[in-house]
């Protein structure tokens, strides 16, 4: 436990004494003030007359406003999370580090844990911004606590989904620009699949002509697919979530998520015992 | 306090080590000599338990390197070839977090950080950054690394590479001193300085050990006798070695 901490440490640490932690913090704050300002806008202009909205009464607050906001910087998060991992163990492979830290009387958990914490880390400082903001609405309006809290919890775990995605990228490649360029790659993979998953019918696709037996193996095998590729996407799960309707499945998704991927990175790091070269 | 046994390293199919067998005991000071990419790298990494070994059993102080890591490791100190360190971070937050992980009580820590920077000549370098450092002072901070906890046996990797002759003498004499109360296992390309430190010299070449040399077997009266000895001894052990492989094949 101590030791995670001290990775974690200096791992944190290291987010602010190279530009990264900055550049990464600095962009989010934009990104999430022009949001808040989009959103706000929006806002405003339905209740002051909504029924052009096709609104009977002022549109809620929490439905239109925060939750669109916050799943808004959940998938911010998701464009900088690589920034924030792809050091992670890529850099120590290139750096040579590496050699010290799997020397050290450290366990691979300890090892992986400190950094993911340290990248949680870094996910807590920009909800730190969100903070700011959610507090300025806080301050004029009544906020309903269940739709914030499960909302900012949603973009939490967002990013320690993609995180853990980011870390297990790390650990399989040694150049920062490949890891980075790699989650990024499969995180907007998994944004599109979502968008894609929208479009794929929802009956039985296989024309009628096939045998019966045939058609209802494909039904079942389509189910799978699209059920698979719909649950896939990231913010869909956000979007309920975040307007404080919980279900168990989106509660699961995103610790499921990370668990697969820091596994994942277990096993990658353990590999270095049973690989035949260095 | 470190026995290899039989431990043969392949890379893909390029083999670095080929059955290798030696033995540490308490208190030794070891030289490993030999060529460019003879393996002596690559069986510090394997003792270390950075990289495992293809076949063999490698040992620190009776624990099995591969089965039980966390034990060798707790009583290794490692300074790597080329001295990797995290450029960003100043000269007394890395000993401290290394001290840290090497589970030094957080009251102790400070002391034994600087007795380690008193130890390596690092006095008043505390707030210095890893990145701008000589070639020099990386090479002190990673023995310094190497000498926290004060683990009972030290790997050092060509310790005295890079550096300037003032600090190859003063680095000779604390490895010397360090031979005192430590089990010493050290790399180098140059032959008096193995003369100077070392009561025994393991000499490989293409992964194999081809001879090993007690100090004391050399008659010179100086130092400098002594390596002009083993120079002749490590060119002939070469030279068998080359003159056997060429007959084999």
């Known amino acids: 436990m101590r030791n995670t901490w001290a990775v974690c440490k200096r791992e944190f640490a290291s987010y602010f004494s190279t530009p990264v932690g900055y550049a990464a913090a600095g962009i989010f704050a934009a990104l999430a003030g022009l949001g808040f300002a989009v ?11 909504p029924r052009l909205y096709g609104f009977t009464t002022a549109p809620d607050f929490e439905e239109t406003m925060l939750s669109p906001y916050l799943v808004f910087c959940g998938q911010m998060i998701m464009f900088l999370s690589p920034l924030l991992t792809m050091r992670l163990i890529a850099e120590e492979r290139h750096r040579g580090t590496i050699e010290l830290l799997l020397t050290y009387p450290l366990r691979d958990r300890e090892v992986i844990f400190g950094k993911y914490l340290a990248s949680l880390g870094m996910v807590a400082v920009l909800l730190l911004f969100v903070a700011v903001q959610v507090a300025l609405v806080g301050y004029y309006t009544r906020v309903e606590p269940a739709v914030l809290l499960l909302g900012v919890l949603t973009v939490f775990l967002m990013g320690a989904a993609f995180s853990s995605l980011g870390l297990f990228v790390s650990s399989i490649t040694r150049n920062q620009v490949t890891s980075g360029t790699l989650a990024f790659g499969l995180c907007l993979l998994l944004y599109f699949t979502g968008i894609m998953g929208e479009y794929l019918p929802k009956t039985n696709p296989t024309p009628t002509a096939w045998p019966d037996m045939a058609r209802a193996v494909a039904g079942i095998l389509y189910g799978l697919f699209r059920g698979f590729v719909t649950e896939l996407d990231l913010d869909a799960h956000a979007k309920q979530m975040a307007q404080g309707i919980v279900r168990p499945s989106d509660l699961v998704y995103y610790p499921l998520f990370s668990i697969f991927f820091l596994f994942l990175t277990f096993r990658a790091l353990e590999s270095r015992n049973w690989r035949s070269g260095s | 306090m470190i026995e290899v046994q039989g431990v043969s390293k392949y890379y893909g199919t390029i083999p670095a080590l080929r059955d290798v067998t030696f033995q540490v005991g308490q208190g030794e000071v070891i030289g490993f000599l030999g060529p460019n990419g003879a393996g002596k790298s690559t069986t510090m990494r394997i003792l270390t338990g950075f990289t495992p070994a293809s076949r063999g059993t490698a040992r620190v102080a009776g624990f099995e390197v591969h089965q039980s890591p966390l034990e060798v490791k707790r009583r290794v100190g490692y300074l790597p ?46 707030k210095r950054t890893l990145r701008n450092l000589s070639k020099g002072y990386r090479q002190r901070v990673g023995l310094a690394q190497a000498l926290l906890g004060s683990p009972p046996v030290l790997i ?8 300037d002759p003032r600090q190859i003498i003063e680095i000779r004499k604390m490895i010397a001193e360090l031979g005192q109360d430590h089990t010493v296992l050290l790399s180098t390309h140059i032959l008096p300085e193995v003369a100077m430190v070392c009561q025994r010299v393991l000499i490989l070449n293409e992964g194999r050990i081809v001879a090993e040399n007690r100090m004391d077997q050399f008659q010179g009266g100086d130092a400098e006798a002594r390596a002009r000895e083993l120079e002749s001894a490590f060119m002939a052990a070469i030279t068998r070695d080359r003159a056997l492989e060429e007959g084999a094949a």
Do not use: H, N
């Open chain 1, 39 to 49: 959103y706000f806008i929006d806002y405003a202009t339905m209740s002051q007359s």
């Open chain 2, 156 to 163: 050092l990797d060509e310790p005295t590479v890079g550096l």
């Open chain 2, 81 to 126: 070839e080329r001295v990797p360190l995290y450029d960003e971070m100043v000269v007394g937050a890395f000993l401290r977090y290394v001290a840290e992980i090497k589970g030094i009580a957080r009251a102790a820590r400070t002391t034994e950080v600087g007795r380690a920077m008193e130890r390596c000549g690092l006095l008043g370098m505390e």
